[in-house]
């Protein structure tokens, strides 16, 4: 299970699944040769499909305001909380029913802004951990699990290409925004806790990484903002749930179109944005033998409120949900954020 920005995933269930029916296949029955390598070929093929669960998560950001600009050494400390309530749609790929999940993840986030080149740049650290339930039905038999611990870490770094030049708070006052082009690139560190033979997972045991292009363009009160990107996969070298050894596991690329309408209110730092995305791809293989049935297409929808609560304070609201999903994760979510912010020395 992967987490991006507080985002996260239960990607287990579907090896979860695939083991509960892999018992249930061989309960009351001889253990034969052919019987074990039945039940070994049905668990293979369903650990084809863990990853594609394991990387929506990283496709669903719903960041508005993602490239907007700040003065330089501008710095911000950010507590999230965020709650998720769904499950996984299988598509018919795998015999479960009601597999659901209610988790919470708490993030802590780091993020400073400079000048590089004289174009506005900034880097966000973030360090999640999360705690949660999980359950689901096979043959009528309903099986749960609990889990806490760290997930994967993550980093981003985003340089504007155009119209933010780099600025002290002095000249930043006078500046008025038009268009605004940026790039940036984020990396999830395998971090998190993993075990080749668990069925429940918060780390991926991979790297991962998303160049990105967003452009921000201002019209009176209104920001539009439109980003592109897609994420990348290292090989997770040991995936070893119900196969005598470790394999490799590999996904293909996932493309991502994110789009955000955003309102700024009379008094500074309030504004409402509707935001939306969609991706595809993710082709997932388990040693090199590919399964069609998990390329995904997917999107979600959802809102963000941002409520400065003093000086150098602000809350932020925000609830998403999925509006349509192919294969994997489907869950509502709803993240409350707190953020310090303040202007620094250089670095």
């Not at 609990?146 to 980093?155: I, K, T």
């Not at 209104?222 to 994420?231: F, R, V």
Request: charged share 15%; glycine share 12%; proline share 5%.
């Amino acid at each position: 299970m992967v987490v991006d920005d507080g985002a996260v995933i239960s990607p287990f269930f579907v090896v979860f699944m695939g083991l509960c029916r892999l018992l249930a296949s061989v309960e009351g029955h001889a253990l034969s040769t052919i019987t074990i390598l039945e039940a070994l070929k049905r668990l293979f093929y369903l650990a084809i499909l863990i990853p594609c669960g394991a990387r929506i998560a990283l496709a669903q950001e719903l960041a508005p305001r993602a490239y907007i600009i700040v003065p330089t050494h501008s710095n911000a400390v950010t507590f999230t909380w965020s709650f998720y309530d769904g499950g996984i749609d299988f598509n018919g790929a795998v015999p479960a029913s009601n597999a659901t999940g209610i988790y919470s993840v708490p993030v802590l986030s780091y993020y400073h802004a400079f000048s590089f080149f004289g174009r506005s740049t900034n880097f966000t650290g973030v360090l999640p951990y999360g705690v949660g339930n999980f359950k689901g039905n096979i043959n009528g038999s309903e099986q749960s699990s609990y889990r806490s611990g760290l997930l994967d870490a993550s980093a981003r770094l985003s340089v504007n290409l155009f119209g933010g030049p780099a600025m002290p708070l002095q000249e930043f006052r006078k500046w008025k925004q038009n268009t605004i082009v940026g790039a940036s690139v984020k990396i999830i560190v395998p971090t998190g806790q993993y075990g080749p033979a668990k069925l429940v997972n918060w780390g991926s045991n991979r790297w991962s990484f998303k160049p990105e292009l967003g452009l921000s363009r201002r019209i009176g009160n209104w920001i539009l903002d439109g980003y592109g990107g897609a994420w990348l996969y290292a090989t997770n070298p040991a995936f070893g749930v119900g196969i005598p050894k470790p394999l490799p596991q590999t996904e293909a690329p996932i493309g991502s179109f994110e789009g955000h309408l955003s309102y700024d209110f009379k008094k500074v730092g309030l504004w409402a944005s509707f935001d939306g995305n969609f991706w595809w791809g993710g082709t997932t293989a388990l040693e090199g033998n590919t399964n069609p049935a998990t390329t995904q297409r997917s999107s979600r929808l959802g809102g963000t409120f941002s409520v400065p609560i003093a000086k150098h304070q602000t809350i932020k609201v925000s609830y998403s949900d999925g509006t349509y999903v192919r294969f994997g994760s489907n869950y509502n979510n709803l993240q409350v954020a707190w953020q310090y912010s303040w202007i620094g020395k250089r670095w």
